[in-house]
C-alpha cells in the first residue's frame, strides 16, 4: 500500500529543519537522429562530425521536426502515467550558449507536450511515496565546450548540439536525499524500460538540475538553489546533502539564502556559485516562427499506448503475486529491465524464490566483485537455473552449490559437468552417512555428553560430519541419524 513517508529532518542550532527538493531530469531522447535535423545521435564520434547545416545554424536553414522524437516524449509521458497534450508549441529561449550557433535554444514554455503525472518511489523499509510530475517538454541539447585542449583557447564540439532532450520537473515533493536518488533511480528504470533514454548518465544522456530550499515544518517554502548538471546518483545525494546544509548554517547564522545556480564540486564535496538565478522573463520565451504548433490526434497517442512494455510498478506487483516474492525482493528485481528479465527466464524453469535469492545474492555479489554488467555475466539464466534444479532434486548440496557456481562464474561451464568432472555428486548412501557419523560420535565422546545438556550442539555435529565428507552428504540424511544416535531431537 502507498503510504507517504515521513519527512527526514534535519537539526540545526536552532532546532529541526525540513528540506524540500524538486528535479529538473534532463534526458536524451533515444533516436537515431537529432529533434530538427537528419544528423545522427551516436556517442564517441570524433568532434564536429556530427553537425548538419541546421545545427551549425547557417542562414536560411530551416528546423523540421522528428516525427520519432515526438513518439518517443509520448510514450515517457504515457509511462508517466502523465496527461498528453494534444497540442503543443515549440518556443525560443533566447539565452547565449557558446556551444549553441542558433544563439537561442529550441525549447517548450507554456505549452509543453506532456503535463501532470506521478512515480512511484521505493524507501527502505517497504515504504513508498507518490512524486509528482509538473510537465515533460522538448528541446535541443547544446553542444560542448572543451577548455582544456589549448593553453588559451576553448574549443567546441557540436556533435551534441541539437541532440533531442525530454526535461522531466516534478513537483517539490521530495525531502531527503534518499527520496531524491530514489526518483532518479526509478525514473532511469521507466525510461530503460520504455526505451525512451538510456539513462547513462557518465556519457551524459541523463542529467538532474537539482532545486533545494530549507525551511522550519510547517512555515512556507524557502529560498530556493539550483544545482546544475549533476551526472550521477550518488552526487544528487551529495549536492542536496551539502546544499541543505549550508542554507541551514547561513540562515542560522542571520544570513539569507539568494536565488542562485550553483555547480556541484565533485572534487570537494561541495557546491559553488555559478550566477545567479534567471526567470522565466529573463529568457524573453516566444513561438518559434520557423515551427507550426504540434497537433496530434487522440488515436495515435492511443496506437503508441498499445504497444508500452510492462512497467516497473506493474512487472512488481506481478512478481509479487506469480512469484510469492516478498514486496523487497520483487522492487529489487525490477529496478533494471535486464535484471527482471534474467530473473524471469530463471524462475521459468527453477523455483522461483530460490531463484530470487540466488539472483539477489550470490549472481549480484560476483557481478559486483567482478565489475560486470548481466549482459556481460559468464553464467546464463539457464545455467543458474541448472544449478537450482541440482540442489533441488539433491544431486548437489547447498552448500557445494556455492562452490560450483564460483567455478562456474570463472569458467562458464554447465553446473552439470563441474559437477560430474569435480566428483561433487551429493552422497545419499545412507550406510556411507551412518559411517562418517559414527566415527565424528566415536572421536568426540566429551561433546556427546555436553549435546545432552545442550541439545542445540548438535549443530556442531552436523558440520563436522560434513566437513569429513567435503561437504557431500545429504544434510537432513546427516540430521536425522545423529538425532536418533545422540537421543535428541534434529529441529534444536
Known amino acids: 500500500m502507498t503510504q507517504e513517508a515521513a519527512s527526514k529532518l534535519i537539526e540545526g542550532a536552532t532546532g529541526a529543519w525540513e528540506v524540500v527538493i524538486g528535479l529538473e531530469v534532463h534526458a536524451q531522447i533515444s533516436s537515431n537522429a537529432k529533434l530538427f535535423s537528419g544528423a545522427s545521435t551516436e556517442f564517441g564520434a570524433e568532434p564536429n562530425q556530427n553537425v548538419s547545416l541546421v545545427d551549425a545554424a547557417m542562414p536560411g536553414m530551416l528546423p523540421v521536426i522528428n516525427k520519432k522524437c515526438v513518439e518517443q516524449a509520448v510514450r515517457t509521458g504515457l509511462g508517466l502515467k502523465a496527461q498528453i497534450n494534444l497540442r503543443s508549441v515549440f518556443d525560443r529561449k533566447n539565452y547565449f550558449y557558446p556551444d549553441l550557433p542558433q544563439g537561442y535554444q529550441i525549447s517548450q514554455y ?20 507518490t512524486v509528482g510530475i509538473e ?32 526535461e522531466i520537473v516534478t513537483k517539490p515533493d521530495m525531502r531527503s536525499s534518499e527520496e531524491a536518488q530514489a526518483f532518479v533511480r526509478k525514473l532511469r528504470a521507466i525510461l530503460r524500460y520504455l526505451g525512451t533514454c538510456d539513462g547513462n548518465m557518465e556519457q551524459g544522456s541523463m542529467r538532474a538540475d537539482v532545486n533545494v530550499s530549507v525551511r522550519k515544518p510547517g512555515e512556507p517554502f524557502g529560498t530556493r538553489c539550483e544545482i546544475k548538471n549533476v551526472n550521477s546518483i550518488r552526487f544528487v545525494g551529495l549536492a542536496i546533502e551539502y546544499e541543505a546544509r549550508r542554507q541551514i548554517d547561513l540562515i542560522e547564522d542571520g544570513g539569507t539564502v539568494d536565488q542562485e545556480t550553483r555547480l556541484f564540486d565533485i572534487k570537494t564535496g561541495k557546491t559553488r556559485s555559478m550566477r545567479s538565478k534567471e526567470e522565466a522573463h529573463d529568457y524573453r520565451y516566444f513561438p518559434d516562427p520557423d515551427l507550426l504548433p504540434l497537433v496530434f490526434s487522440q488515436e495515435w497517442v492511443d496506437e503508441i499506448a498499445k504497444g508500452l512494455p510492462e512497467l516497473p510498478d506493474e512487472k512488481r506487483e506481478r512478481f509479487i503475486r506469480e512469484y510469492a516474492l516478498s514486496p523487497y525482493d520483487a522492487s529489487v528485481l525490477v529496478s533494471e529491465k535486464a535484471i527482471a528479465s534474467f530473473y524471469e527466464e530463471v524462475a521459468e524453469t527453477s523455483d522461483p524464490k530460490a531463484a530470487a535469492n540466488w539472483v539477489t545474492g550470490d549472481f549480484f555479489g560476483a557481478l559486483n566483485k567482478a565489475g560486470l554488467t548481466i549482459e556481460s555475466s559468464p553464467v546464463s539464466a539457464k545455467q543458474l537455473s541448472e544449478l537450482i534444479n541440482l540442489i533441488q532434486d539433491g544431486t548437489i548440496s547447498g552448500r557445494i552449490a556455492k562452490e560450483v557456481f564460483e567455478l562456474m562464474f570463472d569458467s562458464g561451464d554447465d553446473p552439470a559437468k563441474i559437477v560430474e568432472e569435480k566428483g561433487l555428486r551429493q552422497v545419499t548412501d545412507t550406510g556411507a552417512i551412518e559411517k562418517a557419523v559414527d566415527e565424528v560420535i566415536a572421536a568426540n565422546p566429551d561433546k556427546v555428553e555436553q549435546v545432552k545438556e545442550k541439545p542445540k550442539m548438535i549443530g556442531w555435529f552436523v558440520g563436522q560430519v560434513m566437513k569429513s565428507t567435503s561437504g557431500k552428504a545429504n544434510p537432513q540424511t546427516v540430521n536425522e541419524l545423529l538425532a536418533e544416535k545422540l537421543g535428541v531431537s534434529s529441529d534444536n
Do not use: T, W, Y
Open 110 to 129: 507554456k505549452h509543453p507536450i506532456v503535463g501532470e503525472g506521478a512515480v512511484l518511489i521505493d524507501l527502505p523499509g517497504g515504504e513508498m511515496k
Open 135 to 166: 510537465r515533460l517538454h522538448m528541446e535541443q541539447d547544446a553542444g560542448k565546450s572543451l577548455h582544456d585542449q589549448h593553453p588559451s583557447m576553448s574549443f567546441v564540439d557540436l556533435n551534441r548540439s541539437g541532440v533531442a532532450l525530454m
